[in-house]
């Protein structure tokens, strides 16, 4: 494969005494989006938690662009191009949503223009004058996404974004993922979802008990099926 925009070698990682990450490994290509699927409670959070730098009790290695990112602050980690958004969003309620997308620093170049993220999201410029605390699920989601793009970040981790969302909203965010595929976003998503998942994955990983149990390519869901189906209950 093309060298790796995201390499994840022997990751482990702890909550206080609890050892939740158990060597992960995986890889992210420039351009590709992958998804970790596994039932809830198996480590996925805890994946991108870590390779964001927010979970610091871990060690392995976690190279970006070929730079172990491992042990520098943060801060630093935003600005080496990675962008997270959590389950929680994490938007400020009391701020607009015109105010919320002013916020983010610059800390990449290609970060998205106030217009061009209008025009990905065309719901926030309705809502532009709206307040976080009158914002939908869906607008709230599509609000944290559009944050970080702003940041000029160039791999996304996604946590589960389209939890507790209504169809239509999940069909839209399904179609922004598409477009910033076109741009050559890379993407990391966790996802229970997996039926939005297989419309918009290149690869998978299957997540068990803090170890990577499987990957394969989405060509290969018709001969996985019986397996995820075990696995996943779907």
Known sequence: MTNPLLDVKDLHAWYGESHVLHGVDMHVAPGE???ILGRNGMG???TLRSIMGILRQRQGQILLNGRDIMNIPLHHTARAGLGFVPEERGIFASL???ENLMLPPKVADGGMSVDEIYDLFPNLLERRNS?????SGGEQQ???MARILRTGANCLLLDEPTEGLAPVIIQRIGEVLSRLKERGMTVVLVEQ???FASKIADRFYLMNHGRMAA???VSDLPRQ???LQAALGV
Do not use: I
């Not at 307040?131 to 914002?135: D, E, I, M, S, Y």
């Open 142 to 144: 599509m609000l944290a």
């Open 96 to 98: 607009s949503v015109h």
């Open 193 to 195: 979802n997996f039926r």
């Open 215 to 217: 990957e394969f390519p």
């Open 131 to 135: 307040p976080g605390t009158k914002l």
């Open 44 to 46: 996925k959070t805890t």
């Open 33 to 35: 989006t992958v998804c």
């Open 225 to 227: 099926a019986e397996m």
